[in-house]
């Protein structure tokens, strides 16, 4: 895939006077990321139209280039998470996205704000289905249903972390996935959902247990399916032996119920599904053990796609005719080499498989000052680029041989990840020369 633009969000690339540095500035949303893409306003959309818009939601969100947080005291930076704006340009593919609007902001002028109402308290978050208050809820995915609600969930994020964990946690400790809902045509105003069993319990999954494999998540429904598939990994990129993909269902009328949810498993010499089926990863990273970034999946052309960031490959799709059917090896993107701390690509849904339009976040930093603030890091890119290519390739990866003949690079990882891949692929080939990654 090749770079287009900056779709929202700061970059240091085009700085100065230029405007398509900062796209969403005229919305107060200047440094941001994620940009994770669902179809919306399906019941206006016009013939031969699968949605009226499509929206974008929004991780940490400031006025200014910086994405530290929490906000350096003496600043007002307007620190927001999620936002959600919207677009309906059918030209992306050469244009790009043109953002109309954003929830807060439905004419296309003042500030988006915050779409889910909680408090960013710190580190004094807990789980007891009374408040979904925490450092910040990062955004996941939302999805319209069939009755025109939207539901969307994000993770509530306890702590960031500076080092990984002796759990294998790399980026963020999480207490829950948050699941939301919003009954208003155009997705305008959102309200927690609550428990199926016990309306005073908000409803949320627990970082324990089947749950906490769901922590970052994506929502899908196929044409013609009943269910809602839910994609998951553990929280905060983990490495470990639990690293993977995880899938789970249950009828769209039945989201907030525990007891309406099946798990996807290999038990008994074959996959199955189950209440009571303790999860298998359906894909698993090409550095064994290594972490896994957000995932996101579209179904275009009645084919479903998944992109993710693979710490080895970089940003990678595969594809399957089902979400429990067998998946292609992965497709390379956009390499590691190309964008150095790239993260959470998404597909544009309106895109065809062999000419696709996808967000892909940076952010890089380096040491100074932020409105008389000395800080140890100031982002110079805190946005989400654009990206224009296939999903197919003639050639996917191979993680089928052993891992010393990958031809690893690691040219664009940060010592730590250096290290941590190459011992990772060592281990392996130790265990088993001939082992899959």
């Known amino acids: ?60 969100t400031f006025t200014t280039d910086s994405g530290t947080c929490p906000v350096p005291a003496g600043t007002d930076r307007h620190w927001r998470s999620p936002v959600m704006c919207r677009t309906s340009n059918r030209d992306f593919l050469d244009r790009g996205i043109v953002w109309d609007n954003a929830a807060g902001a439905p004419t296309g002028e003042g500030m988006a704000t915050q779409l889910w109402g909680y408090e960013h308290i710190g580190e004094a978050g807990v789980v007891d289905g009374r408040s979904f208050d925490c450092f910040t809820i990062i955004p996941n995915d939302a999805i319209q249903l069939p009755n025109g609600i939207y539901v969307g969930c994000g993770f509530r994020v306890r702590r960031w972390l500076d080092a990984p964990t002796a759990d294998g946690r790399t980026m963020c400790e999480t207490l829950s996935n948050s699941w939301w809902w919003s009954q208003d045509p155009h997705a305008e105003v959102w309200q927690p959902c609550r428990h199926a069993d016990d309306l005073a319990q908000l409803y949320e999954w627990a970082a324990v247990g089947r749950d906490g494999l769901f922590q970052n998540t994506t929502l ?30 249950a009828d769209w009328r039945r989201l907030c119920d525990d007891r309406a949810w099946e798990f996807w498993g290999w038990r008994d010499g074959r996959w199955q599904w189950g209440r009571d089926v303790w999860p298998t990863p359906i894909l698993r990273p090409a550095t064994p053990r290594g972490p896994i970034g957000e995932i996101n999946a579209q179904v275009i052309a009645g084919t479903i796609v998944l992109t993710y960031v693979d710490i080895t490959l970089g940003a990678v799709a595969v ?24 993260y959470a690509p998404s597909v544009h849904p309106w895109s065809s498989l062999d000419d696709a339009f996808m967000h892909l976040s940076a952010w890089t930093r380096t040491p100074g000052r932020l409105g008389g603030v000395d800080l140890d890091e100031v982002p110079v890119d805190y946005c989400a680029y654009s990206f224009r290519g296939s999903l197919l390739a003639e050639d996917p990866v191979t993680v089928t041989e052993s891992p010393r003949a990958m031809g690893l690079d690691t040219s664009a990882m940060t ?22 990654p």
């Open 220 to 249: 899908i429904q196929p044409a013609g399916d009943d269910h809602v598939y839910c994609l998951g990994t553990p929280g905060g990129r983990k490495a470990g032996g639990d690293s993977g993909i995880y899938l789970r269902r």
């Open 319 to 342: 594809t399957a005719p089902a979400p429990d059917a067998p998946w292609t090896a992965p497709v390379v993107l956009v390499p590691r080499r190309d964008l150095c701390t790239l």
């Open 415 to 436: 010592d730590f990840e250096r290290a941590d891949t190459l011992a990772r692929i060592a281990a392996a080939c130790d265990t088993d020369p001939g082992s899959t």
């Open 1 to 60: 895939m090749h770079r287009i633009q900056v779709s929202a969000g700061h970059s240091s690339e085009l700085a100065g006077t230029n405007p398509a540095a900062r796209p969403t500035a005229g919305l107060g949303v200047v440094g941001t990321d994620l940009g994770f893409l669902f179809e919306g306003g399906r019941q206006d959309a016009p013939p031969g139209q699968s949605s009226l818009w499509v929206g974008g939601l929004f991780g940490d």
